[in-house]
């Protein structure tokens, strides 16, 4: 069973900063694309941002450019998303997700169980 376990969600006053952790096995995510994901209660999950194994290349979705920044470490057991400028709409639940294939579209296999960020106004 995939394993991915997130951190860093908290709440946060509206322009403050988070940032978002992913951990998972090296061995059983080698060579895929890691990428966050993001769902509000009722709505559909939307992409937010990937990066691909190496991490020389990243993408993200049109509302995350410029705010948020999607990284990943040398051991490439973690992958992070640093959210800055929060705004109450950003108040969702964010998931870590395994891909495979292509950066901008590939398939998920894998979920973490998400963690939480509130942002006030």
């Known amino acids: 069973q995939a394993q991915l376990v997130e951190s860093g969600g908290g709440s946060v006053q509206a322009g403050g900063s988070l940032r978002l952790s992913c951990a998972f096995s090296?061995?059983?995510?080698?060579?895929?694309?890691m990428g966050w994901f993001r769902q509000a209660p009722g709505k559909e999950r939307k992409f937010v941002a990937a990066?691909?194994?190496?991490?020389?290349?990243?993408y993200y979705g049109d509302f995350a450019k410029g705010r948020f920044l999607i990284s990943r470490d040398g051991a490439r057991t973690t992958i992070f998303l640093q959210t800055n400028t929060l705004r109450p709409e950003d108040t969702v639940v964010y998931c870590c997700?395994?891909?495979?294939?292509?950066?901008?579209?590939?398939?998920?296999?894998?979920w973490g169980q998400g963690t939480q960020v509130t942002v006030s106004s």
């Open positions: 997700a395994a891909r495979t294939g292509a950066l901008r579209n590939g398939s998920v296999v894998g």
């Open positions: 090296a061995r059983t995510f080698s060579s895929y694309v």
């Open positions: 990066i691909t194994w190496g991490g020389s290349e990243t």
